[in-house]
Nanobody
Framework: QVQLVESGGGLVQAGGSLNLSCAAS????????VGWFRQAPGKEREFVAL????????DYVDSVKDRFTIYRDNAKNTVYLRMNSLKPEDTAVYYC???????????????WGQGTQVTVSS
């Protein structure tokens, strides 16, 4: 199995930046897609970004394009989400997930972290 642990969330003013980390252990990630999702109170989980393990394919939801960047440090077995120009509507619990499919659908991902809270004040 794969174990994922997110970190890096916090409180930031609108326009600021945060760097989220997803540290992986267990099975190799060589064949896995890793995605970031978020869930605000009273709302369903929403796709944010994904990356193939080698980074050849990335995908972003329209609302974060040109502001967020997903990238990997394979030596550290860690996936990051760099979030710039944060907006209040980005406020949510952010989760990383791993699966075999390159998909925006959360139900196809098999492994999930515990989540990290991101709060953006206006």
């Amino acid at each position: 199995q794969v174990q994922l642990v997110e970190s890096g969330g916090g409180l930031v003013q609108a326009g600021g930046s945060l760097n989220l980390s997803c540290a992986a252990s267990g099975r190799t990630f060589s064949s896995y897609t890793v995605g970031w999702f978020r869930q605000a109170p009273g709302k369903e989980r929403e796709f944010v970004a994904l990356s193939s393990w080698g980074g050849e394919k990335t995908d972003y939801v329209d609302s974060v394009k040109d502001r967020f960047t997903i990238y990997r440090d394979n030596a550290k077995n860690t996936v990051y989400l760099r979030m710039n120009s944060l907006k209040p509507e980005d406020t949510a619990v952010y989760y990383c997930a791993a699966g075999l499919a390159k998909s925006r659908r959360p139900e196809v991902y098999n492994y999930w972290g515990q989540g990290t809270q991101v709060t953006v004040s206006s």
